[in-house]
């Protein structure tokens, strides 16, 4: 496999381990509310989620910008290159590489974009809490097409990879851009 990949998958293994305890986090609060004990914190609860909601996006973000930067020679600049990032990653590179996302991937991301906005610029306090459980629903949907997406991108990227070898082979001719 191409080095660049191998080092992707472990980011995005890192993902979805955050994903697991942004899960396990939200089962324990929810049991801790349901106790009625004085143990459930509401700001603790929705501060956590929306922290794990914000670090996975960061981190599927910057799998996505290693790839723009490897393939397209994408150089993000502006108030805007996050959202441009996501959408030029859901568009194919005649010649180059496919979509490296689908379109429902995309305006999921897209989503999520919008809320780690919100959580970078505002006081945990200021969480309410059917915003962050909204985003966790779309985080839910979001994390499995993301890795799906990515999957189906890589095999498509190795795919030219001299089969039976051991090792990482060069990168496919032509497809990763020189820096």
Do not use: C
């Amino acid at each position: 496999m191409h080095p660049l990949f191998a080092r992707l998958d472990r980011q995005l293994a890192r993902a979805t381990k955050e994903f697991s305890n942004v899960e396990a986090a939200e089962a324990r609060d929810l049991k801790l509310k349901k106790m009625g004990s004085g143990l459930y914190n509401k700001w603790a609860h929705n501060a956590s989620i929306a922290e794990g909601i914000r670090a996975i996006y960061g981190g599927l973000e910057s799998i996505l910008l290693t790839i723009a930067k490897a393939t397209d020679a994408f150089d993000p600049s502006g108030e805007s290159w996050h959202a441009d990032l996501i959408g030029t990653m859901a568009d194919p590179l005649e010649d180059i590489r496919p979509a490296v996302i689908s379109a429902k991937t995309r305006d999921l991301l897209d989503s999520i974009r919008g809320f780690r906005h919100v959580v970078n610029h505002k006081y945990a306090l200021e969480l309410k809490r059917p915003l962050v459980q909204r985003n966790l629903k779309t985080l839910r949907q979001l994390v499995p097409l993301f890795e799906r997406d990515y999957r189906v991108f890589v095999k498509f990227m190795t795919k030219e990879e001299t089969s039976g070898s051991r090792g990482a082979a060069p990168p496919p001719a032509g497809r990763f851009r020189k820096r």
